[in-house]
């Protein structure tokens, strides 16, 4: 398999990004450069979305195996137990990644997979429904966004502040959903799975949702108790599920405080 694409800035331990479904590392640009001046950042596109070639067509790309294929790339960049902050379906990334190599710590915000069984019908539909008019209405809705209220129509399901989002990176977002390889597959690699808990994954992870998260917007898909006991919460109030431009302040935060705790965590195990 060809390697994933990636950008890399900053120097200090290595923190890898993880993003949401149709979505590419470009997300997390508004958090890149402040992440920059503490962490060795390596933001990843996941196999088929941004510059990154979807798996084999005989591979399903089920969240475990997308771990694989952030695993490799790891690899190959010789990154040893690094920091892992995933969003959306890039938290469930995360959990597996942790399962097959050492992390220092997990961040998730507003993680997928954490309901009973499968993907609930609301997320599938609404997700569904949003790639089709990225598809096939993208010209009306880049017009609509050059507008406050075009912007708040169109982004405001997954963003909790969408008059924050620029047109031009808005017009982005459209485009990378509209032109995803990857996103039929991975979505419905997801509809009949959730993250189920397994050994413990001696790394310590927080959890965080934003408070206008449209799209997972029920408790029932926020179960908690499949994750590692002593898992942090934190808060993303005015967040949606895609949190980076609603309030870069408020996520980089959040990182930090997973990081220092992790930090905190290993320095206390040391100590005689």
Same mark, same amino acid.
């Not at 591979?59 to 195996?65: D, Y």
């Not at 997973?258 to 040391?270: K, N, Q």
């Given at each position: ?21 149709? =979505?590419s ?6 958090? /890149? ?9 390596l @933001? ?5 979305f941004?510059?990154s070639?979807?798996l084999?067509?005989? !591979? ?6 997308l ?7 790891? +690899?190959?960049?010789?990154? +040893? ?9 890039g ?12 992390? @220092?710590?997990?961040t998730l ?6 309901? $009973?069984?499968? !993907?609930p019908l609301?997320?599938?539909v609404?997700?569904r #429904? ?7 209405? %993208?010209? &009306? ?7 406050r209220?075009?912007? #708040?129509?169109?982004?405001?399901q997954?963003h909790?502040?969408?008059? $924050?989002? @620029? %047109?031009?990176?808005?017009? @982005?977002?459209?485009?990378?959903l ?10 419905? *690699?997801?509809?009949h799975?959730?993250? !189920?808990a397994?050994?413990? &994954?001696?790394?310590? /992870?927080?959890?965080?949702?934003? =408070? $206008? ?8 898909? $926020?179960?908690?108790?499949?994750l590692?006991?002593?898992?942090? =919460? ?9 949190p980076? *431009? ?7 935060? /959040? #990182? ?6 992790? =930090?905190? +965590?290993?320095?206390?195990s040391?100590?005689?």
């Amino acid at each position: 398999m060809e390697q994933l694409g990636f950008s890399r800035h900053g120097k200090g331990p290595p923190l890898v990004l993880i993003h949401a479904l149709g =979505s590419s590392r470009a997300a997390w640009d508004p958090v /890149v450069a402040r992440l920059g001046e503490r962490f060795d950042v390596l @933001a990843v596109d996941l196999p088929g979305f941004g510059e990154s070639a979807p798996l084999p067509p005989a !591979t399903e790309p089920h969240p475990a195996r997308l771990a694989e294929a952030v695993a490799d790339l790891l +690899d190959d960049l010789h990154i +040893d137990r690094p920091h892992v902050t995933g969003n959306s379906i890039g938290g469930w990334v995360a959990l597996e990644l942790a399962r097959l190599r050492p992390v @220092a710590s997990l961040t998730l915000l507003s993680p997928a997979g954490l309901w $009973r069984r499968g !993907t609930p019908l609301y997320c599938l539909v609404s997700l569904r #429904i949003t790639r089709w008019a990225c598809r096939h209405a %993208p010209g &009306l809705l880049s017009r609509l966004v050059t507008h406050r209220l075009g912007r #708040i129509l169109v982004l405001g399901q997954t963003h909790g502040r969408p008059t $924050r989002v @620029a %047109p031009e990176r808005a017009r @982005a977002e459209i485009e990378v959903l509209a032109t995803s390889t990857g996103f039929d597959a991975a979505l419905a *690699a997801t509809a009949h799975r959730h993250y !189920t808990a397994g050994p413990i &994954l001696g790394a310590p /992870v927080t959890v965080a949702f934003g =408070s $206008r998260d449209l799209v997972l917007p029920m408790r029932r898909w $926020r179960r908690l108790d499949q994750l590692p006991a002593g898992t942090r =919460s934190a808060a993303l109030p005015g967040c949606g599920h895609i949190p980076m *431009a609603d309030s870069p302040t408020a996520v980089v935060a /959040v #990182i930090d405080a997973s990081v220092s705790s992790a =930090s905190a +965590d290993g320095a206390a195990s040391v100590s005689p």
